[in-house]
């Protein structure tokens, strides 16, 4: 399976990255290459086989469900390009 | 005596409590040495004027004799672990300026130990890369030349600038991020040695994500006891890290040193791939009798998906970073590049912010996450780490510990090995297996290549005995007595 110019263009909207119509030739030969390489995975018989989702064989551990920090709104906004008012700011989303 | 910056930080904190020098004057012969070597590129902040007042607070300590554990000794600090005030910036564009209000438990819990930081260690971009040449923030360049060639060699990566400051003697140790080799292999290219431990032994609160099933943070130093002690301050239990596992932290130190008369050490036959450097499969052998000489037995054994090991990172590592980078939308912190509105925001932001190897990453994890392909890339690559993991168990039953090579050659010249992504991505071939499988690896170098570069073979241990590690490791050290020097300090 390899990827085209179009599949490229569809990935990278879903990534919301901007990728020039360039760059796209360059990337779908890249990311086939890539894609090239992990196919090989198909090969495997994996019948089975459970997914492995975490190396610590632990269960993740439950805490109570309470506030333990907060009311630090500046230290939140100190590295934000735009805020105001105790509030980040975006392009405006609603017409 | 021995110049200051060439002692381990075992004789440093020897001297220090003896007051043959001061804590000021340790720190202070390594910023005129990191200053000398600046060409090597090895820090993103230098926070010298921090280190030379946190100096002067550990030498207080040493005349009231209230040192700390590891009072005065000048590291290096990758700049993946946040810092609270100090620029972090992950060596990517979209993180320029970012200082974060909080420190990662990490670099706090050493801070709290009395070590000293000189600064943020270069690195690849968001720790993806093997040659650091991925930085936004320049390359960083190896202290050690091959024979007769003036070229520039990478130090590895991502741990690349941690790698590089301790072997041309600017910083007494580091820490790094391992991720699928970031530590290992950057030990092997610059002859230091460094480990990873086993995934949960760090707490990873604080230090920015790439791919969080597999980052650990461990630790770079001269020697194999040094490592220990730095090892010792940064592992422990941490509630603000799910993942972080609450088991004791011993002494590792102490375990340095110990006999390994009888010790089961494992050598698995898929480890000799080919296109490995010869002198590497040479070093190996060497390796291997040293530690039979040492008393270790020698069994040979099987590790049988360790071909898929690569492939299988490919799809997971990317599948991950795909998703903790979604964060980087210009929005809360870091750089922001203008659009039309929020999406193209985004997009722009997204483009400008990140270099070529992230964004082929966070592409390639999209694409294996999306609809269609989730269950065909993704669920199968975690069928085969499973079976990966398996390997190691099963191979755990025939012995204690694993020898391996490190990397499949030695240090390269910049430039080299960019063609393309794939063969770059070969570097962490012997590496990758025990990230999977969440096993402590360590690196020990232990021989010049015939050009004169340095060669490192890998220990691989059992989840949370990074004891037989230490053991095993400080056996191979003694044996191979690698005591050569980068070019840049033979002169």
Known sequence: MSIDKDTVGKIARLARIRVSEEDKETLAGELSGILAMVEKLNAVDTKGVAPLTSVVQMKLPMRADVVTDGGIPEKILQNAPEHSAGFFVVPKVVE | ?491
């Open chain 2, 1 to 491: 005596m021995t110049k200051l910056t060439h002692l381990t930080i075992k004789a440093a904190l020897e001297g220090l409590k003896k007051k043959e020098f001061t804590a000021s004057e340790l720190v202070g012969a390594h910023i005129a040495a990191s200053e000398s070597a600046r060409h090597l590129n090895c820090y993103i902040t230098e926070t010298f004027d921090s280190a030379r007042a946190q100096a002067k607070e550990a030498d207080a300590r040493y005349a009231a004799g209230k040192a700390l554990p590891l009072d005065g000794i000048p590291i290096a600090m990758k700049d993946l672990f946040c810092t609270e005030g100090v620029q972090t910036t992950a060596a990517s564009n979209i993180l320029r300026g970012f200082v974060p209000p909080y420190e990662s438990t990490v670099s706090g819990k050493m801070k709290a130990d009395g070590l000293i930081s000189m600064g943020k260690a270069n690195l690849d971009e968001f720790a993806m890369g093997s040659s650091n040449t991925t930085s936004a923030f320049g390359n960083v360049i190896n202290p050690w030349k091959r024979k007769g060639d003036n070229r520039d060699l990478v130090p590895g990566g991502s741990s690349g600038g941690s790698a590089a400051a301790v072997a041309a003697r600017i910083a007494m140790g580091a820490t790094g991020t391992d991720t699928g080799g970031s530590i290992r292999q950057p030990a092997a290219f610059c002859g230091i040695a460094g480990i990873k431990p086993t995934y949960g032994r760090c707490s990873r609160f604080g230090v920015v994500a790439f791919a969080s099933s597999l980052d650990q943070p461990g630790s770079f130093a001269r020697t194999v006891e040094d490592n220990a002690l730095l090892l010792r301050s940064m592992a422990g239990y941490d509630p603000k890290d799910s993942t972080s596992v609450n088991v004791p932290v011993p002494d590792y130190a102490a375990a340095c040193g110990g006999s390994i008369k009888g010790l089961r050490v494992g050598v698995p036959k898929e480890y000799r791939v080919e296109g490995t450097n010869a002198e590497i499969l040479a070093l190996w052998d060497k390796g291997v009798e040293m530690l039979k000489d040492a008393g270790a037995e020698i069994v040979e054994v099987s590790l049988p998906h360790t071909k898929y090991a690569l492939e299988t990172y490919y799809v997971i590592a990317p599948a991950e970073c795909s998703s903790n980078l979604a964060r980087y939308d210009g929005v809360r912190f870091g750089q922001r590049s203008a659009g039309e509105n929020l999406i193209e925001t985004y997009e722009n932001t997204r483009a400008e912010g990140f270099g070529r190897e992230v964004k082929r990453r966070i592409l390639i994890g999209t694409y294996v996450l999306s609809a269609g392909y989730y269950d065909a890339y993704y669920n199968q690559a975690r069928r085969v780490r499973k079976l990966i993991w398996q390997d190691f168990i099963d191979a755990y039953q025939k012995c204690d510990v694993l020898l391996t090579p490190t990397a499949p050659t030695p240090a390269f010249a910049i430039g080299e090995n960019t063609q393309d992504p794939v063969t770059m991505y070969l570097n962490d071939i012997f590496t990758i297996p025990a990230s999977m499988a969440g096993m402590p690896g360590m690196g020990v170098p232990v021989g010049l290549s015939a050009d004169g570069l340095p060669l490192g073979l890998q220990l691989i241990g059992k989840p949370f005995e990074e004891e037989t590690l230490f053991k095993a490791g400080h056996a191979l050290e003694l044996a191979a007595k690698f005591d050569a020097l980068p070019q840049l300090l033979a002169a």
